[in-house]
Each structure stands twice: as C-alpha cells, then as structure tokens.
C-alpha cells in the first residue's frame, strides 16, 4: 500500500512583492522561517515527514528483527547444538561453516534489498521533504 504524498504547492504561500506594480508575489515554502532557513519544527509535524518517517520504520523495523532473529537462531545452534552444526554436508564443510558463511550472505542481501527499497520508496521522499522545506535538490 503506498501512500500519495501532497504536492508541495499546498504548503507554499503567496509573499507581496513591494516591487510589483500589481501586487503580484512570488511563491515561498510554509516550512521556511522568515529569515529563509528551513522551519524544522514544523516541517516534523508535516504530513510529508510523518509519512516518510512511517516508510521507512516499514522497512527497518521487520528487517532488523528477521535479522536479529536469525542471528540469535546461528548463536543458539552452534552453543547448544553441537552435534547439529558439526554433521557434515560434505567433504570438511559443516552445518556450522554454512550457517556462518549464510550470516555474511544475509548482511549483503539485507543491505541490496534496502538499497533498491530506498531508492525507490525513500528517496522520493526526501526529496518531496527537502522541496518543503526550500532546500535545493543536490
């Protein structure tokens, strides 16, 4: 399920511009402070933000704990298991030495499978946010 982010025209506002003869003005982000800096405060309590914020703890949290997990499960094995992780799969290589070379294969795929996730979920974005907040696009 993906949720629509609002543009980011309905938090700008209308500034007069003194030099305009028809009183025309040019278009500035609500999440700016007068002084032109971002307005962090506000823009945390943005819609934008929150639902950044929410995509990204869909990802890191259950990741995390199926890491955990499994890591947990590779430590109890080989601590109380021995005679499972010494049983021999072939030639010298162990149940042991496959679970253990499994937890390097698992880190990679973690970290690939978070990559894609965020180039393709979280980078919009942040740049959505940034756009909020008057920060230029890097």
Do not use: C
């Not at 511009?17 to 971002?38: I, N, Q, V």
């Amino acid at each position: 399920m993906t949720r629509t982010f609002e543009s980011a025209l309905a938090h700008e506002r209308t500034v007069g511009d003194p030099s305009s003869p028809f009183g025309g003005g040019s278009t500035r982000s609500a999440y700016l402070k007068p002084d032109g800096e971002p307005d962090f405060a506000a823009l945390q309590g943005s819609a934008e933000f929150k639902a950044l914020r929410s995509r990204l703890r869909r990802f890191v949290f259950p990741m995390t704990a199926v890491f955990i997990l499994w890591y947990m499960a590779y430590v109890l094995f080989a601590a109380y298991a021995h005679t499972f992780m010494s049983k021999k799969v072939f030639g010298e290589i162990n149940v042991g030495l496959i679970f253990g070379l499994l937890q390097f294969v698992s880190t990679i795929l973690i970290t690939v499978l978070y990559v894609r996730y965020a180039r393709n979920k979280i980078d919009p974005a942040v740049d959505e946010v940034r756009e909020l907040a008057g920060v230029p696009k890097q």
